[in-house]
């Protein structure tokens, strides 16, 4: 895979990679982890389907939906009171493996909403990356079926989406919000995507990924996630996911409701 699509997993959990190779050895019918390797040499469109479980994508709109009532109701008027005193006009935000683009445009929607009450000169910067290319493009488009959207409230649904057959598609104000592009978490040559030309981020959501990496690979990725977040700026994790250790003093959990933190001063 890393020859041939330039997708490196050695990083990642082995009793995980596992389990994705032995859904594609079961569904080829191969009889071991051999046998499947002969039945890639001679099937080579079989390895896109290896790198689809293996970069598996499970996401909806307002995951984990009190995190973003969190954001919605308690960071976002403090960020934008922080930014007033400081005479700061801009906001950063990063989401770090973005998948097909459902939390991105969440968050694009929740500030969205909040700028049309305020009045701003705020400039909000979105930028949401992958390692999944399919997905980024998927992302791009805007486009998901119902199982994506069913935990939208019907108000934010009847005005930031359309429907289209059976697809929804996002509004393309808030599509336009987003700058989407290909960058992996262990990139040795970049601290932060190099579309953002630099960090500075007031909020970094990066939910759901460090589970599939060891611990090793874990601390090099939240110490690029600290050193990318500006004095004060909020760090999102998933539900099963805590700062690792050498880390756990440089963030503090904001509350006991949600994997929220915030990088110690």
Request: charged share 30%; net charge positive.
């Amino acid at each position: 895979m890393k020859e041939q699509r330039g997708f490196d997993f050695t990083e990642y959990r082995t009793s995980m990679l596992e389990r994705r190779v032995q859904k594609r050895v079961y569904s080829t019918n191969c009889r071991n982890f051999d046998n499947y390797l002969e039945y890639l040499d001679h099937h080579p469109g079989e390895l896109d389907n290896l790198i689809d479980v293996f970069t598996i994508n499970v996401s909806r709109f307002y995951r984990n939906s009190l995190s973003f009532e969190y954001i919605s109701k308690i960071i976002i008027p403090e960020l934008f009171l922080a930014k007033a005193k400081e005479n700061d006009n801009n906001l950063r935000i990063w989401s770090a493996g973005c998948s097909f683009g459902e939390e991105p445009y969440s968050m694009a929607i929740i500030f969205n909403e909040f700028l049309r009450k305020e009045e701003t000169s705020i400039k909000l910067n979105i930028f949401a990356t992958d390692i999944d290319k399919k997905a980024l493009k998927r992302a791009s488009e805007g486009c998901y079926g119902f199982n994506s959207i069913e935990k939208i409230k019907f108000g934010i649904f009847k005005k930031f989406f359309t429907k289209e057959g059976e697809q929804f598609k996002i509004d393309p104000e808030i599509k336009k919000m987003v700058q989407f592009s290909f960058y992996d978490l262990l990139d040795e040559k970049h601290i932060v995507p190099p579309e953002s030309i630099f960090g500075s981020f007031d909020i970094i959501l990066c939910r759901n990924v460090l589970i599939y990496f060891n611990l090793d690979y874990q601390k090099i990725i939240f110490n690029k996630l600290y050193r990318s977040l500006n004095k004060n700026g909020y760090l999102i994790l998933g539900e099963a996911e805590v700062p690792v250790e050498g880390f756990k003093h440089k963030f503090r959990r904001e509350n006991k409701c949600c994997k929220i933190y915030r990088k110690s001063s």
